[in-house]
């Protein structure tokens, strides 16, 4: 699709200078230590209409590796293989209020089902139940989710990758408690490893709003004109970024930006707004999907540039569901 200068990137422009100075009220993740590495003051964003109208700004074409976004893509996957149900088995849709990493729920509540698939416990009990055997093909059928989406190859970024593998010992905690508890469907080391791997993979702010407005018009691809993946899915999937998207602050986001969202470490956050018949007159009255990065996050992992500039997007174009 073309950029064309429209109303909406002449705003785009405009918010993104306005907000670019938010980010030194946060932070680069420095827990995986290749991500400290990336500067902190970029911020970008792209917003794809159902027409294919793409209005970008500011760092839009920088490169970041999904993290936690992936929460969501390989969600669908093991949805597409297994069915809704199967997965719902092994992974609860319920929020926590805790941290993404968090350990404390496994163990107070038996027999141990993660509450859902968007906290690293619960995302690494889907990581296992991806088609396949073994890393190499768990970790294709997410990537093929992926780039079915995106439509284009993606790769790892391999710093990223080793950065996270060496330094992953909570996350290897949560995994082999899983395994004890009967809540992994394949060798622990191999469920870990594609969980790093699928966090690892790359992207940019388009590739992210593809698939936000691919799930804000439930699986179907307004562009190609192709459905992906049927409507429940994504409406569970939906309801799962609503209420487990943004972490320990998905009420906030949801009070004042309104649409379903999901967050990565590194920076990224991935909105998808359906369709807002009241609103004709507004910007993307029809849904769209919107890929933010900024890499310097708060206290719960999300971006602050990125957050404070969908707050006000929100509030100008009228986007919330609610
Ligand atoms: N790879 C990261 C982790 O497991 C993803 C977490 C996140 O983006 N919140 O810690």
New binding site residues.
């Given amino acids: 699709a073309q950029q064309t200068r429209t109303i909406e990137t002449d705003c785009l422009e405009q918010w993104i200078e306005q907000y670019r100075g938010e980010s030194s009220k946060g932070k680069c ?1 420095a ?2 230590p290749a991500l400290k590495e990336a500067d902190p003051t970029q911020l970008g964003i792209c917003v794809i209409g159902p027409d294919g109208q793409i209005s970008r700004a500011g760092n839009y074409d920088a490169p970041f590796t999904l ?3 992936s929460k969501v893509i390989s969600f669908l996957a093991a949805c597409k293989h297994h069915g809704i149900a199967n997965v719902l088995e092994q992974v609860d849709v319920e929020p926590t209020g805790d941290a ?2 968090s350990m404390v729920r496994l163990e107070m509540h038996k027999p141990g089902r993660p509450f859902n698939p968007m906290i ?1 416990a619960g ?1 690494i009990t889907v990581s296992s139940l991806l088609q396949g055997n073994g890393v190499q093909e768990k970790f294709r059928s997410f990537q093929d989710m992926v780039e079915g989406m995106t439509g284009r190859k993606h790769q790892i970024n391999e710093e990223v990758y080793h950065s ?1 593998w060496q330094t ?1 010992n ?2 290897r905690s949560l995994a082999y408690y899983l395994s004890a508890t009967g809540f992994l469907a394949c060798p622990v080391e191999d469920a870990l490893d594609v ?2 791997r699928q ?2 993979l790359e992207v940019t702010a388009e590739d992210i709003a593809k698939i936000g407005l691919i799930l804000a018009h439930d699986g179907y691809d307004p562009v190609r004109k192709e459905q992906l993946f049927d409507k429940e899915k994504a409406r569970v999937t939906k309801a799962l970024m609503v209420t487990c998207g943004m ?1 320990n602050a998905s009420g906030n986001f949801a009070a004042f930006v309104g649409v379903p969202a999901k ?4 920076g990224g956050i991935m909105a998808a707004v359906p369709p807002r018949g009241r609103s004709g007159e507004l910007p993307f009255a029809g849904g769209c999907g919107i890929g933010v990065y900024g890499p310097a996050i708060d206290q719960y ?1 999300n971006s602050v540039a990125g957050v404070a500039l969908l707050k006000h997007m929100a509030s100008a174009w009228d986007l919330t569901i609610y």
Avoid: H, W
């Avoid at 967050?263 to 590194?266: D, E, I, Q």
């Fill in positions: 993740a827990y995986i993290q936690s976004i993404f990493d690293n995302a996270e992953a909570r996350n969980y790093i966090c690892s972490y967050s990565g470490v590194s992992g």
